[in-house]
């Protein structure tokens, strides 16, 4: 594979050629995490100059195979300040792949703002201050007239520009929407740190499309529209649809981890949504790729038809809903509007805007206050630049004893005492608080229930791991679990005819090894394994439910075969 290394400081561009074998590379996570444990120093600073930013799309970008088009972004997080990958939809891997580059890394810093701009597999570096300070939509647009509608676009907003520890980096979708993000981990700030305002790839003349490639994709939609949840729930409620799941098993996050039932989940969740849709004219069943049989994302649109924002996700919905004591899908998709268009993770906002009205800052459910709030992060006051460090960071001004944190990041949509699954995840993952690491709450168990769940989480991680490494979405995975023969199958084109699951779930665990060394080597040891104290003391109604495992009982979690 050939990756591009970015030497901002220096003004050069440089290819590298990457051996594509088993054991070494398949892209996309795995990519990140070998870097990270060969190339990153440790100790450096998250927004100094010594901290690489990578891009990687997965092994099989480019395929056209449905949901392969994935896109991984990494480096030091200076939210965690750990191993950091981050992942988005959209069109950039595709793009990246048509042009035969496995892999972006930008290092060192540049001035003035700049953009990173790709063309027929070369690079150049160009500057652009006129885009200073402007949000992702206005930036995307200007980008789409300058470059042309054949582009991926990767931007940050002023939130990246002014490296804020929840800045995100916004992706362009198939119809050229910057509404695809790698959210997690304040990634954004690392590139708006490096001077850079967006990536720009022009699509080039694509992979040839063998006949044996060809019949494995159309295997695989086979299999995915043979399975009842990418048929019947991801085109019709979305994402969304899992609030009402999370509610019944009371794991929500409602009025900062108070609570993990909503009272009003009926106003916010995946049917309401879909009724609102459908009564405005707005879009349910959208792929944000092409090709993807899953279409799980959804056009928001406000009461005169006008579009809003696109997707309007579960986890948004959760952080920025139920979090807030907000159950107003408007209210909610007009925050979500804010944090796109500023460039920041809805997670982290939800999660720092719900420690901030714990600690009386505000009332749960006053959206007008709780956008004044936001409006405080965009004009940059002293709360808002406290704010747009993110819910640990918030909790620590304010003397906050109940902050919902693993290793600096917000949790997102699921209260780990009755997710417990999710929970194990929190606690082992190197990524902190992310569901995107091992997400457990489609598996049919008992959720509140500690049996089973440390082998569930570590098989739920190791499969996510590899499906980061191919580039694959995690929606996919129902027809994986169908039928792994035509996935397996795409591997062996690129890997060799002796690829089967085990040596591919080995690399998942490689993948993993690799950033937890990286963690312990910025000092985030054993000791950062852990909740916040408040959920091993405070039941959560309406079960009634406290974590209960103390952190010694994940020792050597990953040494186990």
């Known amino acids: 594979m050939q990756a591009l290394l970015v030497d901002l400081g220096a003004g050069q561009i440089y290819q590298e050629k990457f051996d594509l074998a088993l054991g070494r590379f398949l892209g996309g996570r795995q990519f990140v995490s070998h870097w990270l444990a060969q190339e990153i120093d440790p100790a450096c600073d998250p927004l100094g100059c010594h901290n690489d930013l990578v891009f990687a799309p997965g092994l099989l970008a480019g395929t056209h195979v449905s949901s392969s088009n994935r896109l991984s972004v990494g480096g030091k997080s200076p939210l965690t300040g750990g191993a950091k990958e981050a992942n988005a939809g959209g069109v950039m891997a595709l793009h990246l792949a048509s042009n035969r580059i496995g892999a972006i890394i930008l290092r060192g810093k540049t001035r003035p703002l700049s953009l990173v701009v790709i063309e027929q597999s070369t690079a150049t570096i160009q500057a652009c201050p006129d885009l200073e300070g402007k949000g992702v939509y206005d930036t995307s647009q200007v980008l789409r007239s300058r470059f042309g509608p054949d582009c991926a676009f990767g931007i940050i907003g002023p939130a990246g ?34 001077g850079i305002k967006a990536i720009v790839v022009r699509k080039g003349q694509g992979l040839k499309a063998t006949r044996q490639l060809r019949e494995l994709a159309k295997r695989v939609a086979q299999v995915a529209q043979a399975n009842s949840v990418i048929t019947e729930f991801f085109p019709v409620v979305g994402t969304a649809g899992t609030l009402e799941m999370v509610d019944e098993v009371g794991g929500l996050p409602v009025r900062n981890f108070r609570s993990g039932r909503f009272e009003w989940a009926g106003r916010i969740g995946g049917k309401a949504l879909r009724e609102t849709l459908l009564a405005r004219g707005g879009t349910c069943g959208h792929a944000c790729m092409p090709g993807c049989v899953v279409r799980c994302s959804n056009r928001y649109v406000d009461r005169d038809g006008k579009h809003v924002v696109g997707p309007l996700e579960y986890e948004t919905i959760a952080l920025l809903g139920s979090n807030l004591g907000v159950g107003d899908l408007d209210a909610i998709a007009r925050l979500n509007r804010f944090a796109n268009d500023f460039g920041v993770d809805t997670i982290e906002l939800g999660g720092a805007l719900g420690v901030a009205l714990d600690c009386g800052l505000g009332d749960f459910g006053d959206t007008e206050r709780i956008e004044e709030l936001a409006s405080e992060i965009a004009r940059g006051t002293p709360l808002g630049l406290i704010l ?12 906050a004893r109940r902050v919902p944190v693993v290793k600096g990041q917000a949790m997102p949509g699921y209260d780990p005492r009755a997710v417990k699954g999710n929970g194990v995840t929190y606690v082992t993952s190197p990524m902190g608080a992310d569901h995107t690491a091992g997400n457990t709450i489609g598996c049919d168990v008992d959720h509140a229930d500690m049996a089973g769940k440390p082998e569930l989480s570590r098989n739920t991680q190791l499969r996510c791991a590899l499906f980061d490494s191919l580039g694959l979405c995690e929606f996919i995975s129902y027809a994986f679990n169908d039928d792994p023969e035509p996935f397996l199958a795409l591997a062996r084109l690129h890997l060799g005819d002796d690829v089967d699951l085990p040596t591919l779930l080995d690399q998942g665990k490689r993948t993993i090894m690799n950033e937890l060394r990286f963690n312990e080597a910025c000092g985030l040891g054993s000791h950062t394994n852990r909740l916040p104290e408040f959920m091993y003391t405070e039941e959560s109604p309406p079960l009634g439910v406290s974590w209960g495992s103390p952190p010694r009982a994940f020792a050597g979690f990953w040494q186990k075969d």
């Open 388 to 399: 747009a460090q993110g819910a640990a960071i918030t909790g620590k001004v304010f003397g």
């Open 161 to 194: 520009e002014r490296s804020d520890a929840m800045a995100a980096i916004a992706f362009s979708d198939k119809d050229g929407q910057p509404e695809r993000f790698a959210g997690r981990g304040g990634l954004g700030a690392v590139m708006g740190s490096k």
